[in-house]
C-alpha cells in the first residue's frame, strides 16, 4: 500500500504553469473546444452505439432515428468531456500528458466550456426524449450521472476500484443504440458488456505509463496502489477473458463463421501483443495503443458483419420476391 502522504499534492511548483495565452476566437477557438472534447473517445462512443443499434435490429434501421441518436451520443459525449476537463481542471495541470487539454481550456476560457458543455448535454437529452424514446433520454441521463458524478466527482480520487464504476458509461453506447432502435435485446447488451471487460486492461496499461503523472495528480490507479505485478497480471487474464466474450456475438446471435474466425485471430494476437507490452516495461504506451487497435478493428468487424447479413438478406427477398 502507498504511504499516507503519496497521493498528497505536490507543492504547486512541481505542477504544469497555467497557460498565459489569452482568449481567442474563430477557427482557433473551436479546434480548443474540440480538444476538449476527446473526439477520440466520443468516435469509439459512436462506433459501439451504430454496432448496438444494428445489432439490436434485423433489418436495416431507421436512417433518421439513425443519425438522431448518433447525434445525441456525439453531443452528450462531447459535452460530458467539456465538463470533465473542468472538474478536473487542477489535477490535469499536474499531468504533462494533458498539457495540450489544459491550454486549450486556458485558451477557451473556463466559463465559454462550462456553457458549450452545457448546452450540448441538454440539447442531447432534450432530442432523445423529443425525437427518440424516453429510455434513450434515460440511459444517456445515466452515462452522464455515471461519468461526471459517479466516477470523476465521487470515485475517482478515493480507490483504485473506481474504474468499475467509471467503465459503466464507457459501456452503455450500444445498449443506448439498440435502445433508439426499439429493441434492448441480448446482442447489444453482450457487445456492452464486452466492452466493460476491455476497458479495465486497457487503461491499467495507461496507468502503468503514466503511474507518476497519476500519483502526482493525486488519482490512486491500480499500479500505485496494489503495485506493478499484480497490475500487469490482471491486463494479461482481462484481456485471455475478451476472447470468449467476443464470440459470443459472431457465434450465436449472427453466426457467422468467418467473422468468428477473425474475432478469434485478432482476440489472440490482442493477448500476445499484451503479453508482450506488460513483459517489457518501456512498451505499455505500445499495449495501450495495440489495446485501442483492437477496439477498433473488432467494433469494425462487427459492423461490418452485421451489415453484409442485412444486405444480403434484403437482396434474397427481392430475389425471392421476384421468382413468387
Known amino acids: 500500500m502507498l504511504e499516507e502522504n503519496a497521493l498528497k499534492m505536490p507543492p504547486e511548483s512541481t505542477g504544469m504553469p497555467k497557460c498565459t495565452v489569452g482568449p481567442i476566437r474563430g477557427a482557433r477557438c473551436a479546434c480548443a473546444l474540440l480538444r476538449t472534447s476527446k473526439p477520440g473517445i466520443v468516435t469509439a462512443e ?14 436495416a434501421p431507421d436512417v433518421s432515428r439513425l443519425y438522431l441518436v448518433m447525434l445525441c451520443v456525439a453531443l452528450a459525449a462531447s459535452g460530458a468531456a467539456m465538463a470533465n476537463c473542468l472538474i478536473e481542471e487542477a489535477g490535469d495541470r499536474l499531468m504533462p500528458r494533458l498539457a495540450l487539454r489544459s491550454q486549450a481550456l486556458d485558451q477557451v476560457g473556463g466559463r465559454v466550456v462550462r456553457t458549450v458543455a452545457a448546452l450540448l448535454m441538454g ?24 461519468y461526471l458524478f459517479v466516477y470523476t466527482t465521487l470515485l475517482k480520487r478515493t480507490s483504485p476500484l473506481s474504474v468499475l464504476a467509471g467503465g459503466i458509461p464507457g459501456a452503455l453506447p450500444p445498449v443506448i443504440g439498440a435502445a433508439a432502435a426499439g429493441s434492448v435485446t441480448a446482442a447489444p447488451l453482450l457487445l456492452a458488456v464486452l466492452i466493460y471487460a476491455w476497458q479495465l486492461p486497457h487503461f491499467w496499461f495507461l496507468a502503468l505509463q503514466c503511474r507518476d503523472q497519476y500519483q502526482q495528480a493525486g488519482v490512486p490507479v ?17 484481456n485471455v477473458l475478451i476472447i470468449p466474450l467476443s464470440l459470443i456475438i459472431p457465434v450465436f ?10 474475432m478469434l485471430m485478432i482476440g489472440i494476437i490482442h493477448v500476445f501483443s499484451s503479453v508482450w507490452a506488460v513483459k517489457n516495461r518501456s512498451r505499455y504506451r505500445l499495449g495501450f495503443l495495440f489495446s485501442l487497435a483492437y477496439l477498433a478493428i473488432m467494433l469494425s468487424l462487427l459492423i461490418t458483419d452485421v451489415v453484409v447479413q442485412q444486405q444480403w438478406h434484403l437482396f434474397a427477398g427481392f430475389i425471392h420476391g421476384i421468382h413468387s
Open 253 to 262: 446471435f449472427t453466426k457467422s463463421v468467418f467473422c468468428s474466425m477473425l
Open 46 to 59: 459512436l462506433a459501439a452505439c451504430l454496432a448496438g443499434m444494428l445489432l439490436a435490429t434485423s433489418s
Open 123 to 146: 440539447t442531447s437529452l432534450a432530442l432523445a426524449v423529443i425525437f427518440i424514446n424516453t429510455l434513450t433520454m434515460m440511459l444517456l441521463g445515466a452515462a452522464l450521472f455515471l
Open 222 to 238: 491500480f499500479p500505485l496502489v496494489y503495485g506493478e505485478n499484480i497490475t500487469r497480471k490482471l491486463i494479461v487474464a482481462g
